[in-house]
């Protein structure tokens, strides 16, 4: 069935970062900046100091990024949006942010969210029992001190996968500080060889995440990544399907 024109992908100008003040969030500002589109960025007010360095160059609105009005105000007029789904507290910190993301983003907007390797959009992925089990002791430790909820964030993604949307679920590998080494490359699964060193720059996974926004090959997709010249990625190279920096 041929979607409704108002629903198609748009052109990206005008990008919204959900969660802009941490590490991952500035690093997006910096991609997003540096492809010429206007930020607004959303955070607690508590961490607007940590845009200081963007002073002039985005527009801030500080708010709960599972507060609805903030949330609405923020996608206002936005082309895409980039949504950090940070797992912490017990208040459905996640899933609240998703579902304000996909009610009020425009019609035709590009969504990408931020997850780990857990989240499984077809319950393909094969995952090591070394992976499996830290996933258990994290999940285990946010419930009982009340910090962080997995589970939430597993349904977060589970609302973003039934939506007719233009999303990317952009699944994240551990990840490590340094310079940038270039667009990580990806798979559908994890347990695919190329993804086995489990390891990806922050600031490569945001500009695979700034990418993502205008690659029509990674609507409704849920990639897996890891860094582009991480030793498992160089050892099963191949022509990758999107994300195109």
Request: with cysteine; aromatic share 8%.
């Given at each position: 069935?041929?979607?409704?024109?108002?629903?198609?992908?748009?052109p990206?100008?005008r990008?919204c970062?959900?969660?802009?003040?941490?590490?991952?969030?500035?690093?997006?500002?910096?991609?997003?900046?540096?492809?010429?589109?206007?930020?607004?960025?959303?955070?607690?007010?508590?961490?607007?100091?940590?845009?200081a360095?963007?002073?002039?160059?985005?527009?801030?609105?500080?708010?709960?990024t599972?507060?609805?009005?903030?949330?609405?105000?923020?996608?206002?007029?936005?082309?895409?949006?980039?949504?950090?789904?940070?797992?912490?507290?017990?208040?459905?910190y996640?899933?609240g942010?998703a579902?304000?993301?996909?009610?009020?983003?425009?019609?035709?907007?590009?969504?990408?969210?931020?997850?780990?390797?857990?989240?499984?959009?077809?319950?393909k992925d094969?995952?090591?029992?070394?992976?499996?089990?830290?996933?258990?002791?994290?999940?285990?430790v946010?419930?009982?001190?009340?910090?962080?909820?997995?589970?939430?964030?597993?349904?977060?993604?589970?609302?973003?996968?039934?939506?007719?949307?233009?999303?990317?679920?952009?699944?994240?590998?551990?990840?490590?500080?340094?310079?940038?080494?270039?667009?990580?490359?990806?798979?559908?699964?994890?347990?695919?060889?190329?993804l086995?060193?489990?390891?990806?720059?922050?600031?490569?996974?945001?500009?695979?995440m700034?990418?993502?926004?205008?690659?029509?090959?990674?609507?409704?997709?849920?990639?897996?990544?890891?860094g582009?010249?991480?030793?498992?990625?160089?050892?099963?190279?191949?022509?990758?399907?999107?994300?195109?920096?």
């Amino acid at each position: 069935m041929t979607e409704p024109a108002a629903n198609l992908p748009r052109p990206i100008r005008r990008v919204c970062i959900v969660g802009a003040s941490g590490k991952l969030g500035r690093y997006m500002i910096q991609h997003a900046l540096a492809r010429g589109y206007e930020v607004v960025g959303v955070c607690r007010p508590e961490s607007v100091g940590k845009l200081a360095a963007f002073a002039g160059r985005i527009t801030v609105l500080p708010g709960r990024t599972d507060d609805r009005e903030v949330i609405r105000r923020a996608v206002a007029g936005c082309d895409g949006v980039l949504v950090v789904l940070a797992p912490w507290g017990m208040r459905k910190y996640s899933s609240g942010t998703a579902q304000a993301v996909l009610d009020f983003a425009e019609p035709g907007a590009r969504l990408a969210f931020s997850c780990g390797w857990h989240i499984s959009r077809d319950g393909k992925d094969v995952y090591p029992w070394s992976f499996r089990l830290m996933v258990a002791v994290f999940r285990w430790v946010g419930l009982v001190t009340r910090l962080a909820d997995l589970d939430d964030q597993v349904e977060a993604c589970r609302r973003i996968f039934a939506s007719d949307r233009h999303w990317t679920v952009v699944r994240g590998s551990d990840l490590e500080e340094g310079p940038g080494e270039g667009l990580p490359v990806w798979s559908e699964h994890i347990g695919d060889p190329l993804l086995k060193s489990n390891l990806t720059r922050r600031v490569d996974y945001a500009q695979f995440m700034v990418a993502a926004l205008s690659d029509p090959a990674l609507s409704r997709q849920a990639p897996a990544i890891v860094g582009c010249r991480a030793r498992s990625a160089l050892a099963h190279a191949r022509p990758m399907l999107g994300a195109a920096g």
